[in-house]
């Protein structure tokens, strides 16, 4: 549970709108999640563990809705809530991907860490798991965590049974995110 003096670092109007926000982002999370999970369309697991490399938070990107893209009004509350709540800047823009690539006030590039860990927001807390949603999921070099193939074990045991060289079988097993590496 975060403390409430990790919230006031953020004062009392910012911390508040953060926690209302962290609620509404992580019940729709769950459910989204779920409902996928019900479908069987989660293809990847999330393996490894955060090496505090800080590489994620040197630049939050977030992918929007054609809607927030397109309508002005919406772009620009979007952009002004997290300018104001989450203190993330806009830094670069993708049209193609309507991605919204920003700084943060709260990463310490020096110690390469966020200074308001407790009270970060949704996405930050979500990264790298909403990423085992894509098809070919793609982490930082010195990141820790691995997307791995829920149907792993079965696809390794098919492999064993090719006639394939080591570097041909090793370049599956990494393509099919077969062992984390």
Known sequence: MVSDATYMKDGAVRGTLKRIALVCFTVSLRLSRWQRQQEGSTPY?????CQGCGTCCEAPAIRVGRATWY????????LRWHETVNRFHVQ???????????????????????????????????????LM?????????????????????????????????????????????????
């Open 71 to 78: 309508l002005p009004t919406l772009r620009y509350l979007f």
């Open 92 to 130: 670069s823009t993708s049209a193609g991907e309507r991605t919204f690539v920003f700084t943060c006030d709260h990463f310490d590039w020096s110690a390469r860490r966020c200074d308001s860990y407790e009270s970060r927001p949704g996405l930050c807390r979500d990264y790298p798991r909403a």
């Open 133 to 181: 949603d894509q098809s070919a999921p793609i982490l930082f070099p010195d990141c820790g965590y691995r997307a791995l193939s829920v149907n792993r074990q079965e696809l390794v045991r098919i492999l064993a049974t090719q006639d394939l060289g080591t570097e041909q079988l090793e370049k599956l097993k990494k393509g099919l995110y077969l062992d984390g590496n």
């Open 45 to 49: 697991d999330l393996g490894g563990s």
